[in-house]
């Protein structure tokens, strides 16, 4: 059964004359009459006037289940875990996300395919990806990767979006052009509150086959406005392009994103976000677990691996950053979640900078924050230690974070200008340092050269320069 009817132009052309007169309001399905139907064909029902930004990528830095599921929790796609090498239509079910179904579609991983890490769709003709699964509580914006396969021609693709458990569908934002070889990130700013399922629908090019990775997708549980919200980890973009390899391995989980180092038995860098909707009264759960979510040849940390080592185990995203219910304070205990950190930096200075960057929550603020470790080499309760567990275990240099506060809302990347504050500090891994984190303050530019990383990928140039080169100065108490 094709999922798609073939006429697209001539759907599209009688679909626009319809709805032309018609408001949002006008055409889109009651939620409480729609009825699944089966899946015989994409009826186009009229468009959805939403802003869409575009970022290049290519700034000064580096790099630039089956039936009805819902999720209410944002994530970011990367297509590394399934795998559909034909163009025949058919459903993958992937994680963290859940089930697509890719019509004249497939996730490619030879050398012509643009993609972060080994995997990523491929389209051509006028095929299509789309969720089989719903956004129960809408979404603030979705953020699409593509580039041209290989030496392709350029096409064109909508965004598409489905309010009926994709009985019908409406084009989203602005039509896309994909013309360059390298991925370039477009952003469409769709605020939604009611369930919704999104979908890639490739509408011009013919046989030019486009590629799409990393696909965003971030919530407002409040519905945006002044309110708090549960945003997506990994909003600001993949600092290290994460995916695959045993040294920069991507994770995501629904309380913060990853890259894992298995050489080092620790993570390069952990992103989350941090609101009020994230925090709550849930006890500490000092649950300490191995992440069995790392691929069995890896090398999986347990806590015994710290025992005795004269070095906490440093969470790098807090775990009262996420006590807002058991399940997700218990993730903040994965092991890929720490690093050998001396108990005069976990307990003092890096303490007191969490403990602050939470205090501005309080005040009506959302942060998106990410933290690392950099180096070989610290001293602990029991002096000074490159490794511990028989060296599988690196104890870094130094502890790194940057977190961009603003205030509650939507639309967080567009909302960032160059007199947002951002905060950045690098602080030693090492006993009898100074308790008073403001003492450690420097600029993202300096993280980035000490790491290679491009922390703020999906700001614009101009933007993310000016914030990048800025030492904090606001009061920090």
């Known amino acids: ?50 802003p869409t930004y575009y970022y290049d990528n290519q700034g000064p ?26 163009y025949a239509a058919g459903s993958v079910t992937l994680s963290p996300s859940g089930e697509w179904y890719l ?9 012509n395919d ?15 990806l789309t969720m089989s699964f719903n956004m129960e509580n809408g979404a603030s914006s979705v953020l699409v990767r593509h580039a041209a396969y290989g030496n392709n021609g350029p096409s064109d693709w909508r965004l598409v979006a489905s309010y009926d458990d994709g009985a019908s569908w409406y084009f989203v934002g602005d039509t896309i052009t994909t013309d360059s070889t390298t991925l370039n990130t477009v952003t469409f700013e769709v605020n939604e509150t009611q369930s919704v399922r ?19 997708i971030d919530i407002n549980t409040s519905g945006g406005g002044d309110n708090p919200s549960m945003d997506s980890n990994l909003t600001f973009g993949n600092p290290s392009n994460a995916a695959s390899s045993p040294d920069n391995y991507f994770l995501s989980k629904p309380d913060f994103s990853l890259s894992y180092n298995n050489s080092n038995g620790t993570a390069n860098w952990v992103s989350w976000h941090l609101s009020t ?20 040849t890896f090398f999986r940390a347990t806590t015994s691996d710290y025992t005795n080592s004269g070095f906490d185990r440093g969470h790098l995203c807090p775990s009262a950053d996420r006590n807002g219910s058991e399940d997700s304070n218990e993730n903040t205990y994965y092991m890929t979640n720490i ?18 960057l939470r205090s501005l929550t309080l005040e009506g603020n959302e942060v998106h924050i990410i933290s690392g470790v950099l180096g070989t080499g610290g001293s602990g309760s029991k002096g000074a230690a490159n490794t511990i567990s028989n060296g599988e275990i690196n104890v870094p240099d130094a502890f790194w974070k940057v977190a961009l506060i603003l205030p509650n809302g939507s639309n967080d990347i567009q909302r960032v200008t160059t007199s947002t504050r951002v905060i950045a500090v ?16 420097t600029t993202v530019d300096n993280i980035e050269s000490l790491t290679g990383y491009d922390l703020f990928e999906n700001l614009s140039d101009p933007v993310e320069s000016v914030l990048e080169a800025t030492v904090d100065t606001e009061p920090s108490v």
């Open 339 to 356: 690093a050998p950190q001396a108990p005069d930096n976990n307990q003092r200075s890096w303490a007191n900078l969490e403990n602050y």
């Open 198 to 216: 999104y979908g890639i629908y490739k509408v011009s090019g013919g046989a030019n086959r486009i590629n799409i990775d990393n696909i965003e």
């Open 277 to 296: 909707a994230w925090t709550g009264t849930t006890s500490r759960c000092n649950c300490f677990k191995s992440d069995t979510t790392l691929p069995n």
């Open 426 to 441: 690098l602080v030693p891994n090492d006993q009898d340092i100074n308790t008073d984190w403001i003492q450690f303050k």
């Open 103 to 111: 019509d004249d579609a497939l996730l490619g991983a030879l050398a």
């Open 61 to 86: 830095h580096k790099h630039k289940p089956k039936g009805l599921v819902a999720k209410v929790v944002g994530f970011t796609e990367t297509f590394e875990s399934g795998s559909k090498g034909s």
């Open 1 to 50: 059964m094709k999922y798609f009817a073939p006429n697209y132009l001539a759907l599209f052309v009688l679909s626009s004359l319809f709805f032309v007169a018609c408001s949002k309001e006008d055409y889109r399905p009651d939620p409480y009459t729609a009825q699944e139907v089966p899946l015989e064909g994409l009826a186009i029902n009229g468009e959805l006037d939403v």
């Open 114 to 128: 643009r993609k972060f890490g080994a995997k990523s769709v491929r389209i051509r003709n006028s095929g299509a």
